[in-house]
């Protein structure tokens, strides 16, 4: 009988507790008495380095619907670079702009002669894919700390792939701010938690 | 009868009177084996399989889904860290709930493994004049910032030295995680950790069953009982597979980073190396792994 084995330890005390609350018989009783932690911490998995892992992913850069390409309506429009507020069309973002407006406005950035273009301010054509090489000219900080991850947000996987945000994403570049954001419930007051479970609740209240 | 068959024997005899008394009232196999399931950390890949076979038929029978199970050890070289920005944390909670989600905490009662913790600018980081319970109609208030804590997944964590049954350890990856089978429920880590980061399960959790997280680690998010410890786990079900955590993912300031201290490309490295950072409570020698930073 295994049994006879641990009697001298405070196991039948152990049992005899089990017994008054009602639990009690196993084959691995004796085991329970095993208090060798051999740890088992062994393992074939290596971590994969983020290192070499270069790839930007980034989701499209978020185009109001059927705006783009914008070429569609403006190589129809003769072109003025006479800095001015726009009123008929574009009404919407002279509403909102609010980025260093008063030096700033439209063609700072879009490009005059190819508006499915962004613009350098050293002339070079820009890609709405790449923009954040355009706010990186004076957030040069920002882009530093955006490239590596931590300025922004990054999803996917700590040790492989990432997918990265746009600045766009998050800063309407006309109105870079963000908006003050609704919170979620605060915890309930300690005092108002109910420890009961649904059942004892619904018994409480018959 | 003799006097020398005194207190041994009876407590030999009464137990083999359990035995068959339990064997007679036909008590269930499979329960008296978990009951006597040893510290998970002693157990043998083999036994941790069986036990994961019956807790995966164990959750089908009680919550009517099939539960992914895991055990996956800590990976080599990898040891976990987190960064978080005070200077762009909004307050708007959503960490909290991300988290509630994904690693199955009680509705009701309530736990919230992550606590948001609003303060003011003057005042600085003080717990004293902090407020958990704040709730304008926006977020951020003026004058404020928001500081969020959770396990703070201490280096020399004072909650595993405290436990009497060591339910509670620190795993190779820096992860500090509890044996949910083998906690006795005394709530001793819970006065010994310094950031109120463990919650105990007073009453039987709920977590309504269309919401349950099935991709569960054994040592993580899988579903408690009522007189168990808990507390964030990094989503260890998520960080052992490359991923990151919930709450990263779903900051909507990305004020949460996350990776691998030991890798010197890593976020998180770069953080260490050219940001403020500071830690909490740092005169309490916890040495946390969880770091506040200052981005901007
Ligand atoms: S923060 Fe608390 S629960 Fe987490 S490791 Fe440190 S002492 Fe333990
Ligand atoms: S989700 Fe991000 S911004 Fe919101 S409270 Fe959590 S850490 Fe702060």
Redesign the interface.
């Known amino acids: 009988m295994k ?1 006879k084995k641990i ?1 001298k330890g405070p196991l ?2 152990l ?2 507790v ?2 008054i609350f ?5 084959s ?2 004796s ?2 008495d ?1 208090h ?8 074939e ?7 070499g892992i270069t790839e930007i992913a980034v989701e499209a850069p978020p185009l109001t619907d059927g705006i783009f390409p914008c070429n569609d309506c403006h190589s129809e429009i003769e072109a003025n670079p006479e800095r001015r507020e726009l009123v008929d069309m574009h009404d919407d973002i002279t509403a909102i702009f609010n980025h260093d407006s008063d030096n700033r406005w439209c063609l700072d950035c879009h490009d005059l002669n190819n508006r499915d273009s962004l613009r350098l301010a050293s002339g070079q054509l820009l890609d709405f894919k790449e923009s954040y090489k355009l706010c990186g000219q004076c957030h040069g900080l920002k882009l530093r ?1 955006w490239k ?13 792939k990432k997918e990265y ?1 746009l600045c766009v994403h ?1 800063h309407d570049p006309h109105s870079p701010k ?1 908006e ?10 300690q005092e108002n ?6 059942k004892q609740k619904d018994d409480e209240t018959k | 009868m003799k006097q020398n068959k005194t207190r041994r024997s009876f407590l030999k005899n009464i137990s083999l009177a359990s035995m068959a008394a339990l064997t007679a009232t036909g008590c269930n196999m499979k329960e008296l084996d978990e009951f006597f399931q040893r510290n998970f950390r002693t157990l043998s890949d083999k036994e941790k399989e069986d036990i994961i076979k019956n807790l995966e038929q164990k959750y089908k029978q009680k919550y009517n889904k099939e539960f992914q199970v895991s055990a996956q050890p800590a990976m080599e070289q990898v040891e976990f860290a987190y960064a978080l920005d005070l200077s762009r944390c909004v307050g708007c909670r959503k960490c909290v709930y991300a988290c509630v989600d994904e690693n199955n905490q009680s509705r009701s009662p309530q736990i919230h493994w992550i606590q948001v913790l609003q303060m003011e600018k003057e005042k600085g980081i003080d717990f004293a004049h902090s407020d958990v319970h704040y709730n304008p109609e926006k977020v951020p208030e003026k004058g404020h910032f928001y500081l969020p804590v959770a396990c703070q997944q201490c280096r020399t964590p004072q909650c595993t030295t405290v436990c009497p049954v060591k339910a509670t350890w620190q795993e190779p990856d820096g992860i500090v995680v509890i044996d949910y089978n083998w906690c006795i429920g005394c709530r001793y880590c819970m006065a010994a950790c310094p950031y109120g980061a463990r919650h105990f399960n007073w009453g039987e959790p709920e977590v309504p069953e269309e919401e349950l997280n099935t991709d569960v680690h054994y040592l993580g998010n899988r579903p408690r009982v009522k007189g168990v410890v808990e507390k964030c786990t990094f989503c260890i079900q998520r960080v052992r597979k490359g991923k990151y955590p919930s709450c990263v993912e779903i900051c909507p300031v990305g004020a949460r980073k996350f990776g691998n201290l030991l890798d010197p490309e890593s976020e998180i490295r770069y953080i260490l190396e050219n940001k403020r950072v500071l830690v909490l409570k740092e005169e309490l020698n916890t040495q946390p792994r969880f770091y506040y930073f200052f981005g901007v």
């Open positions: 049994l009697q039948p005390l049992v005899l089990l017994f009602g639990y009690g018989c196993s691995q009783l085991e329970a095993n060798n932690p051999e740890i088992n911490n062994s393992t998995q290596i971590a994969v380095k983020t290192a700390d590596v991850g931590v300025h922004g947000k990054r999803t996917g996987e700590w040790n492989g945000l998050c963000f003050l954001l609704t919170p979620e419930p605060p915890p309930v007051m938690i109910s420890y009961l479970n649904r």
